[in-house]
């Protein structure tokens, strides 16, 4: 028996990272998955990978949603987890962030978020047995403390955390919840420019290692992929509104 059984989920940014990483989990454990991502190659090559299926959207567009959530209820009838994942990074302070950067940073990690529980609220809503289902919003460390450079990225993982709870307050009693989960530093491609920058990636992954409690990055199926079953199966049916922090320690204080 899988752990999600029967589920019918979507993952957006499931081309790459954690979106990948969480579905490679949800198909381990039994859920018919579809990821969304806008890397059309990539996302086609994740999907016949982990053996889910893809369709093409860009989460900033409301009309891209309306058309993803009808194809999946078209389909199979029903929506039961839906991840907002797809995100970006970007790092300014906040006296030089430009506002076209800010602009995109708040239509992806913010906008296609809201979008993503409109839209799947309504279908949650409407399940054949009633209403039912579980969102997952992906927030940040950065969603529960500031860093320099965070203006943009950090203002948009602790809107996706408020976000979330309005989410889950307005549906807890028809049964449909709302989670987020605050990863700390998790080894994917959005680290990519990070160690670019730094001209010696091994020496800043090491230096970025060096801050973390448990001394090590965390990695996409293991530690986020598992808090997102758990979150999406029914062993966390009296769990809404909560911030799942996965972070090696990151928030609790300076390692040793
Ligand atoms: N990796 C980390 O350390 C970390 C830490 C905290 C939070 N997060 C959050 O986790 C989520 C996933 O990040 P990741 O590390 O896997 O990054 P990633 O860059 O590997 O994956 C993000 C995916 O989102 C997709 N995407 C970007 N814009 C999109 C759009 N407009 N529409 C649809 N898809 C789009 C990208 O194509 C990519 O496949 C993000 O929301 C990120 O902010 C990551």
Same mark, same amino acid.
């Given at each position: 028996m899988g752990r999600l059984d029967g589920k019918i989920a979507v993952i957006t940014g499931g081309a790459s990272g954690l979106g990948a990483g969480t579905a490679q989990r949800f198909v381990e454990e039994g859920a018919t998955v579809t990821i969304t991502d806008i890397q059309h190659e990539l996302a086609t090559e994740t999907a016949e990978t982990l053996g889910c299926?893809?369709?093409?959207?860009?989460?900033?567009?409301?009309?891209?949603?309306? *058309?993803?959530?009808?194809?999946?209820?078209?389909?199979?009838?029903?929506?039961?987890?839906?991840? =907002?994942?797809? +995100? @970006? !990074?970007?790092? *300014?302070?906040?006296?030089?962030?430009?506002?076209?950067?800010?602009?995109?940073?708040?239509?992806? =990690?913010?906008? +296609? @978020? !809201?979008?993503?529980?409109?839209?799947?609220?309504?279908a949650m809503k409407n399940n054949p047995d009633g209403a039912s289902g579980s969102i997952i919003n992906l927030s940040s460390v950065s969603g529960l403390r500031s860093q320099p450079g965070g203006t943009a990225y950090n203002a948009s993982k602790g809107a996706v955390r408020l976000l979330t709870k309005t989410v889950a307050l307005e549906n807890?009693?028809?049964?449909?919840?709302?989670?987020?989960?605050?990863?700390?530093?998790?080894?994917?491609?959005?680290?990519?420019?990070?160690y670019a920058a730094s001209g010696d990636?091994?020496?800043?992954?090491?230096?970025?290692?060096?801050?973390?409690?448990?001394?090590?990055?965390?990695?996409?199926?293991?530690?986020?992929?598992?808090?997102?079953?758990?979150?999406?199966?029914?062993?966390?049916?009296?769990?809404t509104g909560a911030e799942m922090v996965v972070d090696g320690g990151l928030t609790i204080g300076l390692p040793s």
């Open positions: 299926s893809y369709i093409h959207q860009n989460v900033v567009s409301e009309t891209e949603w309306e *058309a993803v959530i009808a194809k999946i209820v078209g389909q199979y009838g029903r929506l039961d987890v839906l991840v =907002n994942n797809a +995100g @970006v !990074f970007a790092t *300014a302070p906040v006296d030089e962030m430009t506002i076209d950067v800010w602009q995109r940073v708040m239509d992806i =990690n913010v906008t +296609g @978020v !809201f979008l993503g529980c409109k839209h799947g609220i309504r807890a009693s028809i049964g449909i919840r709302c989670n987020s989960i605050h990863p700390g530093i998790i080894e994917t491609p959005i680290l990519d420019p990070v990636p091994a020496a800043a992954r090491a230096g970025i290692a060096s801050t973390i409690p448990m001394k090590d990055l965390g990695e996409p199926a293991r530690d986020i992929g598992n808090m997102a079953v758990y979150l999406g199966s029914d062993e966390s049916v009296y769990v």
